[in-house]
């Protein structure tokens, strides 16, 4: 979405920025997040169906109202530099609470697009290799995503589209000293599939988008390895030494003994 198609809007007390030519029934958009919407730590968002399409409608607590900001803002920073956002139909604030509508980019997210692709070896390794390319470019563009995991990265066509932008932040010194952190959050996830090899191609994948030496592709690996053990440990509970006796490998094999799909309550 341009910033020439959006203007400046007002409506039930809201206040911000709308597609223009849009009506938007902003009561109808809040009663649909409060009676179904899925709620999130910041925010509460829902699937609305509209007459030219389904929307998004994202709605932050106060004093959230600088999270919508933000994500418009680095939604359309974004899509400057080449990468695909959700359309935005609009964006506002009423004190502070706010308020976020986009268009369903439609496609698959990524969990989803790779389960599709299991009996496809080729067909998965060039869509892990585009995602590598794809995050390191996002690196290089200055961009470090809030929240990298599967679901927010979508497949629509041909296009990997990044979602929930609304922690994501532009700045060269933060890609020096944070940046990979995105590919824990992406890579900590158990995916059926999904093979040591096929994570070193990700990985590889994005060291030749950044242009890294083998040096610095080696320091990468062992560091994401071990920030990947040590995020599994905390989120789903394993005890370090387990892990640490286990390995990596064991550690996020599909099927296996940490496999979270495979506890049973």
């Known amino acids: ?3 020439s198609r ?21 009561p109808a958009c809040l009663a649909a997040v409060r009676a179904g919407g ?12 509209a007459v030219d399409g389904a929307l998004f409608v994202k709605t932050y607590d106060p004093p959230g109202a600088w999270r919508a900001a933000r994500a418009f803002r680095m939604g359309a920073a974004m899509t400057r530099a080449g990468f695909a956002t959700p359309a935005v139909v609009a964006m506002g604030r009423q004190g502070g609470a706010g308020l976020l509508v986009t268009r369903d980019t439609g496609g698959e997210d990524l969990l989803a697009a790779l389960a599709r692709r299991r009996g496809q070896p080729a067909a998965k390794r060039a869509l892990l290799r585009r ?26 066509g041909e296009r990997l589209v990044f979602l929930d932008n609304d922690r994501t932040r532009r700045s060269r010194l933060l890609v020096l ?5 995105n590919l824990v959050q992406l890579g900590r996830f158990v995916v059926p ?11 590889a994948a994005y060291a030749a988008a ?23 440990c905390a989120i789903d509970g394993i005890a370090p030494e387990r892990a640490a006796r286990a390995g990596y490998r064991t550690l996020m094999r599909s099927g296996g003994p940490f496999d979270p799909a495979q506890v049973t309550t």
Do not use: C, Y
Request: no cysteine; charged share 30%.
């Open 1 to 3: 979405m341009t910033a």
């Open 6 to 26: 959006l203007i400046h809007w007002q409506q039930d007390g809201w206040r911000g920025w709308i597609e223009a030519g849009v009506q938007l029934d902003v």
């Open 38 to 49: 899925r709620r999130s730590r910041h925010a509460r968002t829902a699937r609305v169906e």
């Open 131 to 156: 995602l590598g390319g794809e995050v390191g470019r996002l690196h290089g563009a200055g961009f470090v995503h809030g929240d990298l995991v599967p679901p927010n990265v979508h497949l629509a």
């Open 177 to 181: 000293v944070s940046a990979r952190r």
């Open 193 to 203: 599939g999904v093979t040591l090899a096929d994570r070193a191609r990700v990985l």
């Open 210 to 232: 950044r242009g890294l030496s083998r040096r610095a592709r080696r320091r990468l690996a062992w560091w994401v390895v071990r920030k990947t053990v040590a995020r599994r």
